[in-house]
RNA sequence: GGAGAGAUGGCUGAGUGGACGAAAGCGCCGGUCUCGAAAACCGGAGUACGGGCAACUGUACCGUGGGUUCGAAUCCCACUCUCUCCGCCA
């Protein structure tokens, strides 16, 4: 959410922002709910002085054994009614204001490239080249077939299409990525592990910009108004909803494995074969709260953890700096990470890593005290995945699979796969 | 699923419808004392919003939402959540 001084301050630079982003404006109208809403308080709260003197004054002569005058009691009766109408007005306009504040993405960093959509996206970085096998390879969705390690078919009896199972080794080397993952970030980069829950109420939600605007995209059990989450991002925002962190805490470093669910109705069509787009997939997420000051430098240190993964792993990739029209809800700056494919030729989106500002502190009520006694503050909170496991295992499978289409671990997986290679049968 | 208890400031915990934004204790911050500390003593300290350049000031907030009343932490209704016991269960 993005804060109504703000808009009453410079509606105007808001009134870019927005437009970069190809979203409609409301800033009249909010503008015009806002002086409505001060307007109404302030009559309100003057008539409620008034009301609390006289109040009193009845109270102190009560208490003396003098029963006030009914004339004063009906005045006061009056002003009651009046402070009524007064308030249903100004908890209406407050209402639609917060109501449109919520579904107003928030505001790109000035450094972010302005565009309409993915062309406008800036490479970044490149590490390695996409490179070639050296001989015909298969995409994976027929390596993991052949090998016996992904079965797409009951997988989709279970639960219907972009649903699969992974077996045996394929299992295995799944568990392996993510306490691997898990044991570099805590180890290395210093982050908190979490397990949290894969399913969240409907203000968790919101918390983190999921609802109301994106409700299409999730699973959502009626009987209860649970939502299952699409990523560990949401349940982490809303860990400090509602509080002060206390100084001296931040920054906090989380990082979570969980399941994600995504409906992906917007994508109906797209990218049907093998798991690189699926219903239900595991990710590592990470995830922190930080001092506003120091945001900018946390992403990139974010962004670098991220691609610690790829280096070790052996993949070529690059770094994409997304553009204004490209990004999510909630993001203020996001860089994607993609890695190469050799099977099917492709650059893999395996991380998307965003400094979110204060967007979701405040839409979420999180706020830290910067020093004793100092007023509470809103923090910045990034996420990023590091990494999401199905493309990652896209990866491993292509680019490492041989002429007979055995498929090599990466050395630094070994440990937790115990075994170096998938043979072929 | 059944039965019961509860929700008040950072924590514990008082609070007969009128001086209650709220006792007291703990913790916290500042000061006195001390070479320094502890103890003791004195003082300070919630959050949000509105108005004001500011000092400041007004309003609201005792789980949430309604109601009664001139006036609600206190009375009434609904809801949510937490805890305890019983049952079932990985």
Redesign the pocket.
Known sequence: MIA??QIRREPDAIRRAIKSRGEADPIDEILELDAAW?RD??E???I??R??????E???A??AGQA?APEV?EE??AL?RRVDELEASA?QAEDQVREMLLNIPNLPLDDVPVGADSDANRVYREEGTATDLGFEGLPHWELAERLGIIDFQRGAKLSGSRFYTTIGAGARLERALIAWMLDLHTGEHGYTELSLPAVVRRDVMEGSGNLPKFADNLYHDDEDDLWLIPTAEVPITNLYRDE?IPPGQLPLQYVAQTPCFRRERAAAGRDTRGIKRVHQFNKVEMYQFVEPESSAEALERLLGHAEEICRRLGFSWRVLELCTGDMGFAAAKTYDIEVWAAGCQEWLEVSSCSNCTDFQARRANI?Y?PE??A??QWPHTLNGSGLALPRVMIAIMENNQQPDSSIVIPEVLRPYTGFDRIEAP
Request: proline share 6%; glycine share 8%.
């Open positions: 109504i001084e001060r308080k302030t309100a709260d003057e409620r002085n009301r609390n003197q006289v109040n009193r009845i109270g102190h009560r208490s006030p009691i006061m009766r009651g908890q002060i706020r005290r004793q006694g007023r509470p």
